[in-house]
Structures are given as C-alpha cells and as structure tokens.
C-alpha cells in the first residue's frame, strides 16, 4: 500500500538528548513538510523540502534539524536547543499535480522526561 | 502574516443532526483543504476546493470554496458517532510561499449516539 510511515509512534527522552524522527513514503511525492501540533493550535511549520538534498526553515525551525538524502525519506532531529519540545509531530508529503493538497503520516508523540 | 479563523471551536451534538463550521482568512485564499483527525493519527484529506464558489461532496461531507475567497464551509449532514474528531481547514493565500499552507485551529465534534 502506498502512504506515509512515522516511527517511532511514541518517544520519550530526557532533557538534553537529541532525538530523530522518522518519515519515509513511498507516494513518489516530491516535495515534504514536518509540522508540530500542540493543543488548541494550528500545525505550524518545522521544515520542508522541494527536492532531495533541499530544504526551507519553516516558521518555527529552531532547535530541530532534517535531511533529504533520498526523495522517500525526511527524518527530523529534534535537538537540546529546542525548549519545549514536547508535542505531537506530524510528517506530510505533497503531490506535485496537486501543488497545494497535502498527505500527513500517522504523527510520532514525543514526550521530554 | 496571515490569518486564519475556524468556529466553532467545539460542537456537541446528537446522532442525526446536521453540522456546519467555517474558516475565514484575512486575505484572499486560492486553495482551502478540509481535514479530519482522530485522537492520536495524522488527519485525513476529506476535500480539496481549488476555485472560488466550488462546491464538493464527499459522502455525507459538503464544502465550498467562498465566493468572496476568504472563507470555507464544511457541512456535515446526518451526522454518526464516527464523525467524531477534529476537523481542520487549511489554505494557501495568493502571493504566499510556494506549497505553504496555513492552518485553522481546528473544530472539535462529539456526537452522542
């Protein structure tokens, strides 16, 4: 089946370790986005890339970290500079014949002890 | 930067009942998106409008692009304990990042069997 996979599906760490998100699809989708959702928020940007070896700083870039080395993946670290790193994080892809329609994985939560 | 605005923020309602909720942005929009997300999973692509005034249906699921190109509506009729979840708009203004979307803050909907 074609789709989006994040793991882990729930993360704990401890203050001051960086940790690293995973997302792969397998949709052929060029382009690819990392959002955090909090409660009683809109998702909000991390990052996102157009291409492989690409990416933009989103609206909220600090303290997390991607690459792009291959067009099915697009893994996020989270890093000790990020503050509050405790949230819901969603991964997205992106159809290029549909320029706007975004897909989003099943989400990782990550929760920092 | 732009806004968006969705209502309500939370309904509660009886199995059967008809459901309406909106979006409103500050600028004019070209693409408005309609997700549903359930507790813990990534949200779901329900409609895609691409063009002012379009109308599209999706099962029991209705949504229109606004003539004025600032607004959405999502109609959810004869609605099921299954509908329960969180629904969010989404869209792109004109003149905004290329493949940016920004988000509502969603509309939380129990329905009691």
């Known amino acids: 089946d074609g789709g989006i996979t994040q793991s882990p599906k729930y993360l704990f760490r401890k203050e001051g370790q960086n940790v690293t998100l995973s997302c792969e699809q397998n949709l052929n989708h060029d382009a690819m986005y990392w959002y955090r959702q909090d409660p009683g928020q809109g998702l909000r940007l991390i990052y996102y890339s157009q291409i492989v070896n690409d990416f933009q700083k989103g609206d909220i870039a600090e303290g997390y970290s991607v690459s792009r080395e291959k067009k099915e993946s697009f893994p996020l670290t989270v890093t000790s500079a990020q503050k509050n790193p405790t949230a819901f994080y969603l991964c997205?892809?992106?159809?290029?014949?549909?320029?706007?329609?975004?897909?989003f994985g099943p989400g990782t939560r990550l929760t920092v002890l | 930067g732009q806004q968006l605005n969705q209502s309500p923020q939370s309904m509660f309602i009886q199995e059967g009942e008809d459901v309406s909720m909106n979006c409103t942005s500050s600028s004019i929009f070209n693409t408005w998106l309609w997700y549903k997300q359930e507790p813990g999973e990534g949200p779901v692509l329900l409609i895609a409008?691409?063009?002012?005034?379009e109308l599209t249906s999706n099962g029991r699921l209705t949504a229109q692009f606004g003539i004025t190109r600032k607004d959405s509506f999502l109609n959810i009729s004869a609605s099921i304990p299954s509908d329960v979840g969180i629904y969010f708009c989404a869209g792109r203004g004109y003149g905004g990042a290329t493949n940016k979307l920004i988000f509502g803050t969603g509309t939380l909907l129990a329905v009691q069997p």
């Open positions: 997205a892809s992106r159809d290029r014949a549909r320029t706007d329609t975004q897909y």
């Open positions: 409008l691409y063009k002012a005034g």
